[in-house]
């Protein structure tokens, strides 16, 4: 089995690799392994240009899964699903199943012709959404059930009371209308921030967006306005700017009651978003956790055949008017598939990101058409009236006067929303393999997706070889992954038998000169000695100040730092397995601090690896890093979802694994699986790794 199968395979035992292979033939020890091609040679890529590629070309793929309406019909139900499982809410029940909103309200204010219900409900048990209830009133509003309309906040400070005019506007169209809060402003705060200024990188890790969040409020919002007697439950519609410009993508992408959406300063693409550093500028709420590696077009899928309106403006300096109307396009050609082309436009307005007269009446224009059934067109409908004396004070729109209530979740519910698996509790071997075997299904699918099913050939080259130190030497080269030309060296000591076991050891991003010469420096005979240089380290180094940028761009694309780096790792051990004078059936893996994380995962991947030794691994990978994004990079999409650090040691059993130096306490559970199993003397905590060098002498 090679490599491209890897996707297909359904488990991995030990001493069976990420190739599906026991082992490896040694190579043979003459000349070197054939050179790449002419112009092949060193061919590498900056990581920006690699993450833009990629973006560019899930940006490409979008929409490519409905080559026609019956396909579409058939693959919405799990495409909504996959959906759901990227915001993080797979686990949310449907909706007659949900626990009760509990709704509150807490004032009424009295207006001629409308009237506004202060209000917040629950969309979990103490999770608290502020919002304001708009309903006409008077001898002229319209006979109820009336059309609902959820109305989500962007990211102005003063919320429900920033965006009141529009709001106000429905209703006195004959609208009743939900305005909404975000987590991270107005009345009950939490965090959309926390990838974006609080170094909380392992959100990654979780499976967590604060995009699931608003999702999972907005939804919540759909069900007390269809809960409400004055609305029509089969007539609701959903829009907003910016971030709430977003919030209605995923609103309508999720919940079929949406009979019509029009998201406003909310639409870009993923290749642009990249390309042009607009991510940048983007909270943590604006994309999802993107595990099947999605575009934004793939979003709009889930809304057609509803009628769609994407407003935005041509001069935004976040979403990029060419990638705005690249997702129109590419919708457009699906909303023809399906037979109603007039069901999406797209609403063009002069400036900078914001309203414009004529968004605002071309949305109160749409929702009317598909909503109420009145065809007004936007030149006749009225805009929003922004008179001083018209709008309400902050006081007088507050729910809570107070502040929030004592139980609030909001401020922790990162760290609730998702539940996270215990450790097994495994006692024997059987029940071991099946565990593994369920880590790697999932990994594979949900960590490690954007692994290439069919890389490119290694291409290993010896690059020159030298005799010093009493030793074989040479530097490689191989191809990790297209337009990633990768090295590393290799030491057989003379007194060494041919072929011979090797320690392959990661070097460490941003270390100093020689550090990991000098911590796989006391290996010596009978094990030669490799040193590998993944991508962030060696010859394709990035300054730590583009870190920050790096940690999102790669995961809004599927990615992660450290899951590029274990997949250099599985490739580096193929070329190591490749090269002269090595014994590719005893290869040992070594590495340092965040590495150690890596090295890990590898390890478990690769499944031909007999020793393991790392030097203070990091206890878990849900922690938090720097907020500069400096630092530690080991978050991988979805892991803690599924397994942590100290259980992946310990599904390497039998393997050998070597702690050196500071071993942290989560990994008691591996060791205490290796004494269940009946081998405690392979699970070794060392001093240093000369301790284990000696040993092997």
Request: proline share 9%; charged share 25%.
């Amino acid at each position: 089995m090679r490599r491209r199968e890897f996707l297909k395979a359904s488990a991995v035992v030990a001493g069976v690799g990420f190739l599906g292979r026991r082992g490896c033939t040694p190579a043979a020890e003459a000349a070197p392994v054939q050179a790449p091609p002419l112009g092949q040679e060193g061919t590498t890529m900056t990581i920006r240009d690699y993450l833009s590629r990629e973006a560019r070309r899930i940006t490409d793929r979008a929409l490519s899964q409905y080559p026609d309406a019956a396909t579409w019909s058939r693959r919405v139900p799990e495409e909504r699903r996959r959906f759901l499982e990227m915001m993080g809410l797979d686990h949310l029940p449907p909706y007659p199943e949900r626990p009760p909103l509990n709704v509150r309200v807490t004032g009424v204010v009295e207006r001629p012709g409308y009237r506004i219900e202060k209000l917040a409900y629950e969309s979990l048990p103490g999770l608290y959404v502020a919002a304001n209830l708009y309903l006409p009133q008077g001898e002229h509003a319209p006979r109820p059930p009336l059309a609902g309309v959820l109305y989500a906040c962007g990211h102005a400070a003063t919320q429900k009371v920033h965006y009141q005019a529009h709001p106000r506007r429905f209703t006195e169209l004959g609208f009743a209308c939900l305005v909404i809060e975000t987590v991270q402003l107005g009345e009950v705060p939490g965090y959309h921030h926390g990838c974006y200024r609080e170094g909380w990188f392992h959100w990654y890790s979780r499976g967590y967006t604060p995009a699931g969040v608003e999702l999972l409020n907005g939804i919540r919002g759909l069900d007390l306005l269809a809960q409400r007697p004055e609305v029509d439950p089969e007539r609701l519609g959903a829009t907003g700017i910016s971030g709430g410009g977003a919030a209605t993508w995923w609103v309508a992408a999720a919940d079929e009651r949406v009979k019509v959406a029009a998201p406003v300063c909310g639409t870009a693409t993923l290749a642009s978003h990249i390309y042009d550093r607009t991510i940048d500028g983007h909270c943590d709420c604006m994309w999802w956790i993107n595990t099947y590696r999605w575009d934004l077009a793939d979003v709009a899928g889930l809304v057609a055949p509803r009628p769609l309106l994407i407003a935005s403006a041509d001069r935004d300096g976040i979403f990029t008017i060419a990638a705005i109307r690249e997702v129109h396009a590419q919708a457009q050609r699906l909303y023809g598939l399906l037979g109603v082309p007039g069901n999406l436009r797209l609403v063009e307005t002069p400036g900078p990101h914001s309203y414009h007269e004529r968004s605002r009446t071309a949305i109160f224009s749409w929702f009317a058409k598909h909503l109420q059934g009145r065809e007004v067109p936007p030149e006749e409908i009225g805009d929003i009236d922004l008179a001083p004396e018209r709008q309400e004070s902050a006081d007088t729109l507050r729910v809570f006067v107070d502040g929030p209530p004592a139980d609030d979740r909001a401020p922790r519910i990162q760290d609730e929303l998702i539940p996270l698996p215990q450790p097994p509790r495994i006692v024997e071997l059987t029940g071991l393999e099946k565990e593994r075997q369920r880590v790697l299904t999932a990994l594979r699918e949900r960590t490690f997706g954007a692994f290439p099913s069919t890389p490119p050939p290694l291409a290993t080259q010896v690059e020159f070889e030298d005799a010093e130190g009493n030793a074989y030497n040479c530097r490689f080269a191989f191809t990790a992954e297209e337009g990633w030309r990768l090295h590393g060296t290799l030491a057989v000591p003379n007194a060494a038998a041919r072929p011979a076991p090797v320690v392959v050891a990661l070097r460490s991003p941003g270390e100093e000169r020689r550090a990991t010469e000098a911590f796989i420096g006391p290996v010596r005979a009978p094990w030669a000695r490799a040193i590998v240089d993944v991508r962030g380290t060696g010859d394709t180094a990035w300054g730590e100040e583009l870190q920050w940028h790096l940690r999102r761009a790669a995961a809004w694309t599927g990615r992660t730092l450290a899951s590029m780096r274990v997949f250099d790792t599985l490739r580096a051990l193929e070329a190591v397995r490749d090269l002269p004078h090595v014994d590719g059936r005893r290869v040992a893996l070594a590495a340092r601090g965040e590495m150690a994380a890596v090295a890990l995962y590898a390890a478990l991947l690769d499944g031909g690896v007999s020793v393991v030794l790392l030097q203070d691994p990091p206890a878990t990978q849900n922690a938090p890093s720097q907020p500069d994004g400096r630092g530690p990079a080991i978050e991988m999409l979805n892991c803690l979802r599924i397994t942590d650090l100290p259980q992946v040691a310990g599904l390497l059993y039998p393997a050998q694994l070597v702690m050196v130096g500071e071993c942290p306490p989560t990994y008691q559970w591996a060791e205490a699986l290796y004494r269940t199993l009946g081998a405690p003397d392979r699970f070794r905590r060392l001093p240093s790794l000369a301790a284990w060098a000696e040993e092997q002498g």
